[in-house]
Nanobody, 125 residues
Framework: QVQLVESGGGSVQAGGSLKLSCVAS????????LSWFRQTPGREREGVAL????????AYADSVKGRFRVSLDKANNTLALQMNSLKPEDTAMYYC??????????????????WGQGTQVTVSS
């Protein structure tokens, strides 16, 4: 059973940085999609960044390219999301998610069946 536990959210001013962490267990280390999503009230969950554990390949939503970086610490089974140059529109609940590649990873939230509890990020202007 996959378990995901996020931490690291908080409040920051625009232009600041935050680092989110997700401790993952029960996933297949050699071939999984580990991803970050975010959601605001009334909107669908949006894919932000993903990582394919098979080869470390990453992908980002256009809205965060150049500002966010996803990485995996294999020794500690921790997926991280470094968020720089934060904007008020980055305010959301951020979730870690895991899925089996089919055969690729996607930003479709319906492709993921394993989710963490979420961590809130608030960016003030």
């Amino acid at each position: 059973q996959v378990q995901l536990v996020e931490s690291g959210g908080g409040s920051v001013q625009a232009g600041g940085s935050l680092k989110l962490s997700c401790v993952a267990s029960g996933y297949t280390p050699g071939n999984s999609c580990l991803s970050w999503f975010r959601q605001t009230p009334g909107r669908e969950r949006e894919g932000v960044a993903l990582l394919l554990t098979l080869n470390g390949a990453t992908a980002y939503a256009d809205s965060v390219k150049g500002r966010f970086r996803v990485s995996l610490d294999k020794a500690n089974n921790t997926l991280a999301l470094q968020m720089n140059s934060l904007k008020p529109e980055d305010t959301a609940m951020y979730y870690c998610a895991a899925a089996v590649p089919k055969p690729y990873c996607s930003f479709g939230h319906r492709d993921y069946s394993n989710w963490g509890q979420g961590t809130q990020v608030t960016v003030s202007s």
